[in-house]
């Protein structure tokens, strides 16, 4: 089991290195034993030592209390369990393993952050395949260039600027798959010269693994060390994953960006589209109110004058009574028209008059007592925001009369000392959750603010009523 000769050779001090402390200080003082020390008939430990040519054994040892020739002693059995010892090392080596790759899993699905996941590849590479320099190559799209996007080592940190890449260098990267490269090999050191920065950091041999995204080879996961090393599969194993766990990162960071990209596209669509919808409002409205309206004076106008002129019997008379009430009705009509598709009261005198005169067309026309209050906004904001707070406020109230079956509603404009706040409470049925979503009034309500980066809350309990709140940031001098 020791691979040694003869009995004589063994190495009996290192054989009492594997007993218990307390057992091998006995011995090595002398100190006889006796039975009743013993915690049992037979003691189990385990220990390790060199035996022959440095072969590590892994061994169980049971030890008995024995009489030898009238004088207590101790009889020492030693199994070699190496193979067993061996297997728990490497399950548990895995298990380590597993938990590294599966912390980055974890730290995907919960960071959107490309960096934060280099990163901690980064760290996990140098931890577990123990190399000292780690770094992510990353290689230009559609230019000769490359650059390290992160790199962890002891030492100076490798600036982020971008570098030419030879072709020939570029092509072994992008066709070679993984690689060791060793200083020794003067081809694999030619690459290795190449890209600015591994010299420096004194590496000799360096683990490469390509980055693939989308069949493309974007990079890859570059692991250092200072001396020449004997790579084996399991670190090449490793290092296979946690590349491939980068390269998930990066095609999830390139879904992430383009999403915002749409994102961003379609909210200044839907801004250009607001603004033209708004301009078509106010030129309808115009001219409603300068065309229709006029005309229909003129004929009112006219029909005075027929009336005064003409001599009519009472029956006409009557006749043309109605026709001027129904004139007058359709004028009122047409004004109120032309009023809710832009109030000229909102361009001309701004958000305050606007809304003041809202809530009292509304009280008249609805059941429903509104009321407005401003509170410190004074001066004119600019006319998208201006145009933007009154039409929520003319959602909000057409909600009111249409759903809350309220008595009173009231609508306030707070200015505070950085946001501008509209308020609009009513004190009706209130809103169940599942309701909420239902139409497109909560929807445009909520787009309109955060054009402006505003935000809006609605707050209800069924029978309590509601509030609609929206918060508008004010940037400087509050004009925005
Ligand atoms: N003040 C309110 N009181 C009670 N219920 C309300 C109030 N405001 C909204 N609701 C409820 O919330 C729902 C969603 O409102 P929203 O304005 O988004 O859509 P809508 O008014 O139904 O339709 P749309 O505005 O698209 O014509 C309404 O259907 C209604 O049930
Ligand atoms: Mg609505």
Same mark, same amino acid.
Request: some cysteine; glycine content about 6%; charged content about 25%.
């Given at each position: 089991?020791?691979?040694? +000769?003869?009995?004589?050779?063994?190495?009996?001090?290192?054989?009492?290195?594997?007993?218990?402390?307390?057992?091998?200080?006995?011995?090595?003082?002398?100190?006889?034993?006796?039975?009743?020390?013993?915690?049992?008939?037979?003691?189990?430990?385990?220990?390790?030592?060199?035996?022959?040519?440095?072969?590590?054994?892994?061994?169980?040892?049971?030890?008995?209390?024995?009489?030898?020739?009238?004088? +207590?002693?101790?009889?020492?059995?030693?199994?070699?369990?190496?193979?067993?010892?061996?297997?728990?090392?490497?399950?548990?080596?895995?298990?380590?393993?597993?938990?590294?790759?599966?912390?980055?899993?974890?730290?995907?699905?919960?960071?959107?952050?490309?960096?934060?996941?280099?990163?901690?590849?980064?760290?996990?590479?140098?931890?577990?395949?123990?190399?000292?320099?780690?770094?992510?190559?990353?290689?230009?799209?559609?230019?000769?260039?490359?650059?390290?996007?992160?790199?962890?080592?002891?030492?100076?940190?490798?600036?982020?600027?971008?570098?030419?890449? @030879?072709?020939?260098?570029?092509?072994?990267?992008?066709?070679? %798959?993984?690689?060791?490269?060793?200083? %020794?090999?003067?081809?694999?050191?030619?690459?290795?010269?190449?890209?600015?920065?591994?010299?420096?950091?004194?590496?000799?041999?360096?683990?490469?693994? +390509?980055?693939?995204?989308?069949?493309?080879?974007?990079?890859?996961?570059?692991?250092?060390?200072?001396?020449?090393?004997?790579?084996?599969?399991?670190?090449?194993?490793?290092?296979?994953?946690?590349?491939?766990?980068?390269?998930?990162?990066?095609?999830? $960071?390139?879904?992430? @960006?383009?999403?915002?990209?749409?994102?961003?596209?379609?909210?200044?669509?839907?801004?250009?589209?607001?603004?033209?919808?708004?301009?078509?409002?106010?030129?309808?409205?115009?001219?409603?109110?300068?065309?229709?309206?006029?005309?229909?004076?003129?004929?009112?106008?006219?029909?005075?004058?027929?009336?005064?002129?003409?001599?009519?019997?009472?029956?006409?008379?009557?006749?043309?009574?109605?026709?001027?009430?129904?004139?007058?009705?359709?004028?009122?009509?047409?004004? @109120?028209?032309?009023?809710?598709?832009?109030?000229?009261?909102?361009?001309?005198?701004?958000?305050? +008059?606007?809304?003041?005169?809202?809530?009292?067309?509304?009280?008249?026309?609805?059941?429903?007592?509104?009321?407005?209050?401003?509170?410190?906004?004074?001066?004119?904001?600019?006319?998208?925001?201006?145009?933007?707070?009154?039409?929520?406020?003319?959602? $909000?109230?057409?909600?009111?009369?249409?759903? $809350? $079956?309220?008595?009173?509603?009231?609508?306030?404009?707070?200015?505070?000392?950085?946001?501008?706040?509209?308020?609009?409470?009513?004190?009706?049925?209130?809103?169940?959750?599942?309701?909420?979503?239902?139409?497109?009034?909560?929807?445009?309500?909520?787009?309109?603010?955060?054009?402006?980066?505003?935000?809006?809350?609605?707050?209800?309990?069924?029978?309590?009523?509601?509030?609609?709140?929206?918060?508008?940031?004010?940037? %400087?001098? %509050?004009?925005?």
């Amino acid at each position: 089991m020791f691979g040694v +000769p003869a009995a004589a050779t063994l190495n009996v001090q290192q054989i009492l290195d594997v007993l218990p402390p307390e057992y091998r200080s006995r011995i090595a003082e002398s100190h006889p034993f006796r039975r009743s020390e013993f915690p049992g008939p037979v003691m189990r430990t385990e220990g390790r030592l060199i035996a022959a040519q440095g072969r590590m054994l892994d061994l169980e040892v049971h030890i008995r209390p024995i009489e030898w020739s009238d004088v +207590p002693a101790m009889e020492l059995r030693l199994h070699d369990v190496s193979d067993r010892k061996n297997l728990e090392r490497d399950q548990a080596l895995w298990h380590w393993e597993q938990e590294a790759l599966r912390e980055i899993d974890h730290q995907m699905v919960g960071v959107a952050d490309i960096g934060k996941i280099l990163d901690s590849t980064l760290r996990q590479a140098i931890i577990l395949v123990r190399s000292q320099w780690a770094g992510v190559l990353r290689l230009s799209e559609g230019s000769e260039e490359a650059s390290w996007w992160m790199v962890r080592s002891g030492s100076a940190l490798i600036p982020e600027r971008r570098f030419a890449l @030879e072709p020939a260098c570029r092509t072994f990267l992008q066709h070679r %798959g993984q690689a060791v490269l060793r200083d %020794g090999v003067t081809e694999e050191r030619a690459v290795v010269d190449c890209i600015p920065g591994l010299r420096d950091e004194g590496v000799a041999t360096t683990v490469w693994s +390509p980055l693939i995204v989308e069949s493309q080879c974007v990079g890859a996961l570059v692991v250092g060390y200072r001396h020449p090393v004997d790579v084996q599969a399991r670190e090449l194993r490793l290092m296979s994953s946690l590349a491939e766990k980068d390269s998930i990162a990066i095609m999830n $960071a390139r879904l992430y @960006e383009s999403v915002l990209a749409r994102e961003r596209e379609l909210e200044l669509l839907s801004a250009a589209r607001g603004e033209a919808q708004e301009e078509e409002r106010r030129r309808i409205a115009k001219q409603i109110h300068d065309g229709i309206g006029q005309m229909l004076t003129a004929i009112k106008f006219n029909l005075e004058i027929l009336e005064d002129s003409v001599r009519v019997g009472s029956e006409d008379r009557e006749r043309i009574a109605q026709m001027k009430t129904l004139l007058d009705d359709l004028m009122k009509e047409v004004q @109120e028209m032309s009023h809710t598709l832009m109030p000229s009261v909102l361009d001309d005198f701004g958000l305050v +008059p606007a809304l003041q005169t809202l809530c009292e067309q509304f009280s008249r026309k609805v059941s429903v007592k509104a009321v407005f209050h401003n509170h410190g906004l004074t001066g004119r904001l600019t006319r998208s925001l201006e145009v933007a707070l009154y039409r929520i406020a003319q959602e $909000a109230l057409s909600n009111v009369a249409r759903h $809350a $079956a309220a008595a009173d509603v009231t609508v306030q404009l707070i200015q505070g000392a950085d946001r501008l706040r509209l308020v609009i409470e009513d004190n009706g049925c209130g809103i169940s959750a599942e309701k909420r979503t239902g139409g497109l009034g909560f929807v445009s309500m909520r787009e309109r603010a955060s054009r402006f980066d505003g935000t809006l809350t609605v707050d209800s309990s069924l029978g309590r009523g509601t509030v609609v709140s929206v918060d508008i940031p004010m940037t %400087g001098r %509050g004009d925005r």
